[in-house]
């Protein structure tokens, strides 16, 4: 009977070892790439958004997991973006004719709330699929320089441009808070992939190279969406 109560009481302990230890390890490292497409709102593009202004993006990133819901991220993201008088309704707009086009490197951190919060591994050891819908709000510096242009006839430029063209001073670097969405697909022990669209607002008119010939007021923005696909780095493992 001694033996018996013995060998329950050994079992227990090891089997609540092996529990702890599994919930302790639930922190690991991610290493991905993002594919997709990036886009742009300011004072050439009339609509929020001009879809057939969108452009291929592509991105890598690092992220920790130190909790269940909780991860960090590190991110380099790359694109193009481009607007046009060509593409708007309205004929002022059409007729004032300018364009421009611009590479755009960021570099930010972003937090991310998971917001189902599933373990990934749960306390036997056992891995599970799941999926994760989460938010993030970061803070980064983007890269670019416009090339803008007046492509109308030269006699009318005086006429239809505000101020001597091109503008005087275009920004190279801004200051931007990215904010998005996205969703995760913990597939097996060693890989994720998912999907997330972002904003990326710059707090600047200068994005696009025009200001004082459109308005003013009216800050530029930036979008960056995609699919992902990452590798998991290190964390528990399936118990054998």
């Given at each position: 009977m001694h033996k018996i109560l013995l060998f329950a009481?050994?079992?227990?302990?090891?089997?609540?070892?092996?529990?702890?230890?599994?919930?302790?390890?639930?922190?690991?490292?991610?290493?991905?790439?993002?594919?997709?497409?990036?886009?742009?709102?300011?004072?050439?593009?009339?609509?929020?958004?001009?879809?057939?202004?969108?452009?291929?993006?592509?991105?890598?990133?690092?992220?920790?997991?130190?909790?269940?819901?909780?991860?960090?991220?590190?991110?380099?993201?790359?694109?193009?973006?481009?607007?046009?008088?060509a593409n708007a309704k309205d004929p002022e707009l059409q007729e004032r004719s300018l364009r421009f086009g611009s590479d755009i490197l960021e570099l930010?951190?972003?937090?991310?709330?998971?917001?189902?919060?599933?373990?990934r591994i749960n306390n036997i050891g056992e891995h599970e699929f799941f999926w994760s819908p989460y938010l993030y709000l970061g803070l980064g510096g983007a890269f670019g320089g416009a090339k803008t242009e007046y492509y109308g006839a030269p006699e009318d430029k005086d006429r239809l441009l505000q101020s001597p063209f091109p503008e005087v001073g275009p920004r190279q670097q801004f200051f931007l808070v990215p904010a998005g969405l996205g969703v995760r697909f913990d597939l097996n022990e060693v890989l994720s992939i998912g999907a997330e669209l972002g904003c990326r607002p710059v707090f600047s008119d200068k994005l696009d190279g025009v200001r004082l010939n459109g308005n003013p007021n009216k800050k530029d923005w930036y979008y960056i969406g995609g699919a992902t696909v990452a590798f998991i780095l290190g964390g528990p493992k399936r118990h054998r």
């Amino acid at each position: 009977m001694h033996k018996i109560l013995l060998f329950a009481l050994l079992f227990f302990s090891l089997n609540l070892s092996s529990q702890t230890l599994y919930k302790a390890r639930q922190s690991y490292w991610e290493a991905g790439i993002l594919f997709g497409a990036s886009n742009y709102s300011g004072d050439l593009a009339e609509k929020h958004i001009e879809f057939s202004e969108s452009h291929l993006s592509y991105g890598a990133f690092i992220r920790y997991f130190f909790s269940k819901q909780f991860a960090v991220k590190a991110q380099f993201n790359g694109g193009s973006i481009s607007g046009e008088d060509a593409n708007a309704k309205d004929p002022e707009l059409q007729e004032r004719s300018l364009r421009f086009g611009s590479d755009i490197l960021e570099l930010g951190v972003v937090g991310e709330w998971h917001i189902v919060g599933k373990d990934r591994i749960n306390n036997i050891g056992e891995h599970e699929f799941f999926w994760s819908p989460y938010l993030y709000l970061g803070l980064g510096g983007a890269f670019g320089g416009a090339k803008t242009e007046y492509y109308g006839a030269p006699e009318d430029k005086d006429r239809l441009l505000q101020s001597p063209f091109p503008e005087v001073g275009p920004r190279q670097q801004f200051f931007l808070v990215p904010a998005g969405l996205g969703v995760r697909f913990d597939l097996n022990e060693v890989l994720s992939i998912g999907a997330e669209l972002g904003c990326r607002p710059v707090f600047s008119d200068k994005l696009d190279g025009v200001r004082l010939n459109g308005n003013p007021n009216k800050k530029d923005w930036y979008y960056i969406g995609g699919a992902t696909v990452a590798f998991i780095l290190g964390g528990p493992k399936r118990h054998r």
